[in-house]
């Protein structure tokens, strides 16, 4: 258990961090730490502060471990079992303060400590950055946009389903619930709405309760053909959907759960989308695939700035696989109607095409989040 | 920067890992114990040499084998993608993590650079091998990655053979990996890293899983059996028999192309057995089909596993002891004008099928130095007319590649083919 609670002090501590994967970025404080049966020796003692990176060697006999502990022994960040011979990083972020570095050879008793002084400003909070605030509100005024032709489209569908228009319903579902599909990750911050708007008849079984929303509709329409008893599960459909808009323009998202935003929306097509199990019924799955690369287009278009400043070259390649993506996914659309083919008209190959170019784009987006909290 | 070691290679000695609440699963002895001799399954396998490590080092226990398409075709990508694995490659092999922070010691919000699962683990013997389908050089009549001119004549699909039901979905490949290691969860961190990493460049074509080797290697190891029951790979190259290695195993510097010198051509087949069938056929009828008996390993000419086959002999009926269209007078050298292969295979049960019948059989893998000492064998094999092991068998996949030779302290695998 120790250790566990030990790494979420340091995932608090290291949210100032950058993950970047270049090596060259390796040790920007290049500390060593020599450890011995009988020492424990820190090549420098008086630090920046900021992450750091000791490299613990370990000349001794025993195996030993590494803390750097704050005032009461509040552990900032360890690293345990270094067997005779071995190395290992620790990396951890310092604000100003005095810390102690404790080597414990054997794994036992309070360690040879050494005291650590960190000066310099101490990495600001992220919520503090004016650009990471400009991000959230330039997100905020997209998801605007969204919910209010969100819930234009959501009446229409309502009204055409009520009205037991059929063929009209059938053509408003795929569009209303593009508005819907972009802005996914701010339905998911509340839990209990979205499987009620957009949960799988399934789930709602394993679940005790009625299946509801987008999807039982969807059934009614596609395999029974009429709307027949479908009027309150319509009505409850946008009421709940207004519910969320209203949360959601309470309690907007921050600049990190939106990189988080834009990285799930492409989760959700790599495990809804590419396997064809979101819509069903209809196989409308392209358009909510589309919108998902839209939306999550969209947050790393407000994150822009943020992340050309700390890492232009994962914009760009990110830009690039976007670019691909787009390419191969366009192809399937009429332009002329902008309606989308069937997913059951692709082959097997088709969507392994697909499933490639989103793969490609998931593993420069999975980095954003990182990225964005190094920009505090 | 120092690796980050998954675990210390001192037998006593625990891992890093624990930091992160993963137990290495080993106790801690006490430090005054003399230090533990690891075992030999346990240590890496050098990745640098001469020669790819993985075709010539005895054979470890698990294989996990996959083959690429790229998804770019740039130049460029591919050779940072190899470049990329290279790197990767020099870790895993070593019993470290990948990247610079690793599984466990990067920033929390970001997805760790290497996944995580062989934390804790020892290298295991894990060796990855490299090599460069056809279609990598040019597809439909058009080069790519300006290769132009760069493609061994030799390496072009097999033919078909009399029997076949190949399925393209798990045939060819424009790049493979073989990972082979002694823990299969190893092998497969190895290979879920590079795939990892080739995303966007490269996307997986078909993998496959292989245990318990179904050939040695080295005089040193025991023959294993195959999924018949039968030892298989008594007569393989062996390593240490250094002159039929050269003769047979690596391209030399006369059969060009200059790039591919010390390096060798791979053949992957992918060979499902009748199992349920074959089970009822008799012993001595299974031992006529191979031509060796199930027990010793024996050849049916007389003698011990080792003891040489003679074709010749007859049994006291004044029939030829090794029948004539058994597995192995076929196989054999002098049916074939003295060709030999080095064998690699595993055995694979990819679960059951919709009837209840085992999935199983053999991953057939070669090295050669030449595609046509493996098509030689197989024509005298194919063909319901030939080898009668053939009642039990269908090759299912086919795949032919050509591995670049080793690699040193620095370059990349294959730089010689972009020199």
């Given at each position: 258990m120790k250790s566990l609670a030990a790494l979420g002090v340091v995932s608090l501590a290291l949210v100032s961090l950058s993950a970047c994967a270049s090596e060259d970025a390796a040790g920007s404080k290049g500390l060593t730490v020599e450890a011995t049966d009988s020492s424990c020796k820190v090549s420098k003692t008086e630090l920046d502060a900021g992450p750091s990176t000791f490299t613990v060697t370990n000349k001794g006999s025993k195996v030993t471990e590494f803390y750097v502990y704050a005032k009461g022994d509040r552990i900032m960040g360890e690293v345990e079992n270094i067997g005779p011979g071995l190395s290992r990083n620790l990396?951890?972020?310092?604000?100003?303060?005095?810390y102690e570095g404790a080597c414990k050879p054997g794994m036992v008793g309070d360690g040879i400590r050494q005291k650590l002084t960190v000066t310099g400003e101490a990495a600001k909070k992220l919520s503090d950055s004016a650009e990471l605030k400009a991000a959230a509100k330039s997100y905020e005024r997209y998801v605007a946009s969204q919910t209010d032709a969100l819930i234009d489209k959501t009446n229409e569908f309502?009204?055409?389903?009520?009205?037991?228009?059929?063929?009209?319903?059938?053509?408003?579902?795929?569009?209303?619930?593009?508005?819907?599909?972009?802005?996914?990750?701010?339905a998911e911050v509340f839990g209990d709405l979205d499987p009620l708007t957009d949960g799988r008849e399934p789930d709602a079984k394993a679940e005790g309760r009625d299946f509801t929303g987008w999807h039982r509709i969807e059934k009614q329409l596609w395999v029974a053909g009429n709307t027949d008893g479908m009027g309150t599960y319509a009505d409850d459909l946008l009421a709940n959907i207004k519910k969320v808009v209203a949360q959601a323009k309470d309690q907007p998202l921050t600049a990190l759960q939106l990189a988080q935003g834009s990285k799930g929306l492409l989760d959700e097509v790599a495990t809804g989308k590419i396997t064809g199990e979101e819509d069903e019924f209809s196989h409308t799955d392209l358009w909510d695939f589309k919108a998902n690369i839209e939306g999550s287009q969209a947050a790393i278009a407000a994150l822009r700035p943020v992340l050309e400043e700390q890492d232009p070259d994962l914009v760009a390649l990110i830009d690039q696989r976007f670019k691909e993506l787009d390419a191969e996914l366009n192809q399937y659309q009429d332009k002329?109607?902008?309606?989308?083919?069937?997913?059951?008209?692709?082959?097997?190959?088709q969507v392994k095409k697909l499933s490639d170019a989103v793969a490609a784009l998931s593993e420069p987006i999975s980095k954003v989040a990182s990225v964005v909290a190094s920009s505090a | 920067m120092t690796d980050l070691?998954?675990?210390?290679?001192?037998?006593?000695?625990?891992?890093?890992a624990v930091a992160a609440g993963v137990g290495g699963g080993y106790a801690l002895g006490s430090s005054d114990d003399p230090p533990v001799k690891p075992a030999e399954a346990a240590l890496p396998v050098p990745f640098t040499g001469r020669h790819q490590a993985g075709i010539v080092t005895p054979a470890q226990d698990r294989l996990y084998l996959v083959a690429l398409d790229m998804t770019s075709e740039k130049r460029d990508d591919l050779i940072s993608l190899l470049k990329d694995w290279t790197r990767a490659a020099r870790k895993l092999t070593a019993g470290n993590e990948i990247g610079v922070y690793g599984a466990v010691a990067g920033s929390p919000l970001g997805p760790p650079e290497d996944t995580g699962e062989a934390l804790g683990l020892p290298p295991s013997q894990l060796t990855l091998t490299f090599g460069f389908g056809p279609s990598l050089f040019e597809k439909d009549g058009k080069p790519r990655f300006g290769l132009d001119g760069r493609k061994p004549e030799k390496l072009t699909d097999l033919p078909a053979f009399s029997g076949d039901q190949l399925d393209p979905a798990i045939s060819h490949g424009d790049l493979v990996v073989q990972a082979c290691?002694?823990?299969?969860?190893?092998?497969?961190?190895?290979?879920?890293?590079l795939v990892r990493i080739a995303f966007g460049r490269a996307s997986v074509r078909y993998s496959q899983m292989g245990f318990g080797r179904t050939s040695s290697t080295s005089q040193a190891q025991v023959t294993a059996r195959n999924m018949l029951g039968f030892k298989d790979g008594t007569a393989n190259i062996k390593v240490e028999e250094r002159r039929s290695v050269d003769e047979f195993v690596w391209v030399g510097p006369d059969d060009g192309p200059d790039w591919l010198v010390d390096g060798s051509y791979l053949v992957t087949r992918?060979?499902?057995?009748?199992?349920?069938?074959?089970?009822?056929?008799?012993?001595?009828?299974?031992?006529?089909i191979i031509g060796r008996t199930k027990g010793s390993g024996g050849p049916l000419s007389g003698g011990d596993e080792f003891a040489t086959i003679d074709l010749k002999a007859k049994g006291p009926d004044g029939e030829l002891a090794i029948p004539e269209k058994s597995h192995v007078r076929l196989a054999h050298p002098d049916t074939n004008g003295g060709v030999k292969i080095l064998r690699r295979g595993y055995n694979f049960v990819d679960g059951s099928d919709g009837l209840g019948q085992l999935s199983a059989g053999l991953f057939f893998i070669a090295y050669q130095r030449d595609p046509e000492q493996f098509i030689r064998i197989q024509k005298s094999l194919a063909g319901s007319q030939n080898d009668l092991l053939n009642e039990y068998i269908v090759h299912?996949?086919?795949?032919?590649?050509?591995?670049?030779?080793?690699?040193?302290?620095?370059?990349?695998?294959?730089?010689?083919?972009?020199?």
């Open positions: 990396v951890v972020d310092l604000e100003k303060g005095t309502v009204a055409a389903v009520k009205a037991g228009e059929v063929d009209e319903a059938k053509k408003l579902f795929p569009v209303a619930r593009t508005y819907w599909e972009r802005i996914e990750p701010v002329s109607t902008g309606e989308w083919a069937p997913y059951t008209d692709l082959s097997k190959a | 070691s998954r675990r210390a290679l001192l037998g006593a000695a625990g891992i890093g290691a002694n823990d299969p969860q190893v092998a497969v961190h190895a290979v879920r890293n992918k060979i499902n057995m009748r199992i349920e069938t074959w089970d009822r056929e008799s012993l001595q009828g299974q031992e006529q299912v996949s086919t795949g032919v590649f050509a591995c670049p030779p080793g690699v040193g302290r620095t370059g990349f695998v294959g730089e010689t083919l972009f020199a």
